[in-house]
Structures are given as structure tokens and as C-alpha cells.
């Protein structure tokens, strides 16, 4: 019972956070108004795609909770977490691409040493991260791009 109150809690707190993050966070007029790369995406992928992300962030961050609570894997997903709640308000709420990347840059080096300190943990959480890894990256290379053509 214990292992699924986890999982549970860890899926409704991050997901939800998510959630909030982004509803309250919406690209507005101003974001329409900047000049963007050709490969950023349509405004409808961002929602499946971060919800499957949380989905899997929060299962690798119960499964690091349950083998080794106390580890330096567990401080860097909880850094990681905090990372990713920062980035919506400092691009969208402060309108601030510059701090943004900043953000993401920062959350993209503490998502690897994640891994790498999770794998030796429980190798199935690091694997979870690779598709987080991926949709971060291509992230950075957005909001970059994003910064500097405006």
C-alpha cells in the first residue's frame, strides 16, 4: 500500500504542478508578437507532451524516493523539479527569455547529473529521464533561438 500511495502522491503533486505552472504561466500577446524559429512547434504539442513527461518524472522521482530517500539522486530531482517550475513564470509570467534560458540551462545539467546519480540507484529511473532529456534539449535550443532572434 505504501509503494502506491507513493507513486499516487508523487503523480498528483507533479503533474499538478505542472498544470498550474503552465495555466498560470499561458503564452499571451506577447509571445505572439515574437519572432520564432521555424521548427518551434504547434501551441497544442506542449500539453500531451509535458503531461506524459510529468507522468514519467514523477514515477522515476517516487521509484529514487523509495530505494534511497536521502540521496544526492533524490536532491537533484527535487532541484530538477524546482528548475522546470521556474522556467514558465520567468519566460512567459516575467517575459524574460534571457532568464529563461538561463532556467533551462541550468535544469538541462541538473536533469543529466540526475541520471547519472540515479543510475547506479535504480537504472529504470534514469531510463525514465531520456525522453525528459530529449524534450528539455530541443527546449533549449528553442527558447535559445527565441532570445536570440529578439
Do not use: H
Request: net charge positive.
Amino acid at each position: 500500500m505504501r509503494i502506491i500511495l507513493t507513486y499516487g502522491l508523487f503523480i498528483f503533486v507533479v503533474v499538478g504542478a505542472g498544470l498550474l505552472s503552465g495555466l498560470t504561466n499561458m503564452p499571451g500577446e506577447w509571445y505572439q508578437t515574437l519572432e520564432k524559429p521555424f521548427f518551434n512547434p504547434p501551441p497544442w504539442i506542449f500539453g500531451p507532451v509535458w503531461t506524459l513527461l510529468y507522468v514519467l518524472i514523477a514515477i522515476a522521482g517516487a521509484r529514487i524516493w523509495l530505494k534511497a530517500p536521502r540521496s544526492a539522486a533524490m536532491q537533484l530531482w527535487f532541484a530538477q523539479i524546482a528548475l522546470n517550475m521556474l522556467w514558465s513564470p520567468s519566460f512567459f509570467g516575467l517575459e524574460n527569455p534571457g532568464l529563461a534560458l538561463v532556467v533551462i540551462v541550468m535544469l538541462l545539467a541538473t536533469i543529466v547529473v540526475f541520471m547519472r546519480k540515479a543510475e547506479p540507484i535504480d537504472r529504470p529511473s534514469m531510463l525514465l529521464f531520456i525522453p525528459y532529456l530529449a524534450w528539455v534539449s530541443f527546449a533549449t535550443l528553442l527558447n535559445a533561438s527565441i532570445f536570440l532572434l529578439n
